[in-house]
């Protein structure tokens, strides 16, 4: 990456950073605290966003107190998140006039909509994708041979199903509508259902780590009747089990989201698997092999990995 493209990306991504932990904040205090009138009496209600209601105790100095800290912390959140907002929205302007990123843009959408739904802590980036937050981190530019895909690999963490599973459900929506929130055009494939595709030919592969007593199979992604299933992958265990890596990644249209995959030197150990493993596609080995040595470069020459979680 050029000089100028390298401070608009640590400028952009510090943006992003400082909104991150601006939204965590705000969603700590989501609710609200009100005072409710009951035979002659002030007391002081909390409700949370179920409509769940908890009376903290009656008017007095001390719940006053709290009443007036609530507002006024969660009046200042919402301002910080609001001009945070805006920076970032400023930044992703910058991004695209300097031609900062190359990140799909449709990847990115569908990034964007796991954490707007609670979802990313669940899902990993995971395959030739992953790329994209390991350049980043590094500052570089890989060469396109190594990148051109038309499909994403998503690793569902069965471990933290039950959470996944209730989000979706506390949102009526099925991972497919989710997919849907980015790219209206995404349906199942009916010879993959682990598969979704939109009118581009972009395709989401969910795999899954091989099921063992406690997982249950097969597993349909979510409550509603029309889904994705997950399939079962050899090597899923092994980049659970692998540190994590995150990393902001930016599209070619400047727009940013997080990308959660697993650290570098576990997909070094992986591809070179992979590469030489007798049951691999033959067309795909030398890419494997050819992504194990640039990621492998990147960690020697860039230390990427090293502080990434």
């Not at 802590?121 to 500052?139: I, K, N, Q």
């Not at 993959?192 to 030919?201: I, R, W, Y």
């Amino acid at each position: 990456m050029s000089e100028d493209q390298l401070r608009q990306y640590i400028d952009a991504e510090s943006s992003y950073t400082a909104m991150e932990q601006a939204r965590q904040a705000a969603s700590e205090m989501r609710g609200t605290l009100f005072w409710r009138e009951d035979r002659g009496h002030s007391y002081l209600v909390r409700a949370n966003t179920a409509a769940k209601q908890t009376r903290l105790g009656p008017k007095s100095v001390e719940t006053e107190a709290m009443y007036l800290r609530f507002h006024e912390r969660k009046a200042l959140l919402s301002e910080r998140l609001t001009r945070l907002k805006e920076a970032v929205t400023r930044h992703e302007r910058l991004n695209r006039a300097l031609r900062v990123g190359r990140c799909p843009n449709i990847l990115i959408a569908i990034l964007q909509r796991f954490e707007q739904y609670g979802l990313s802590p669940h899902l990993l980036t995971v395959g030739t994708h992953a790329l994209y937050a390991y350049e980043a981190a590094a500052g570089v530019r890989i060469a396109p041979q190594a990148l051109a895909t038309q499909d994403v690999d998503v690793l569902f963490d069965t471990r933290k199903r039950i959470t996944f599973f209730s989000r979706l459900q506390e949102a009526d929506l099925s991972f497919l509508d989710v997919l849907r929130k980015a790219d209206k055009t995404f349906e199942v494939r009916d010879d993959q259902l682990q598969t979704a595709v939109n009118a581009h030919g972009f395709e989401v592969d969910v795999i899954r780590r091989e099921a063992g007593d406690v997982d249950p199979h097969p597993l349909r992604m979510s409550h509603k009747d029309v889904d994705l299933w997950a399939v079962q992958v050899s090597s899923g265990s092994r980049m659970l089990g692998a540190k994590r890596f995150s990393q902001v990644v930016v599209a070619s249209n400047g727009t940013m989201a997080r990308m959660h995959t697993f650290a570098p030197d576990a997909f070094i150990k992986i591809k070179r698997a992979l590469s030489t493993s007798r049951s691999r596609d033959p067309l795909k080995k030398p890419k494997d092999a050819l992504q194990a040595n640039i990621v492998d470069e990147l960690v020697r020459e860039f230390l990427i990995g090293a502080s990434g979680s």
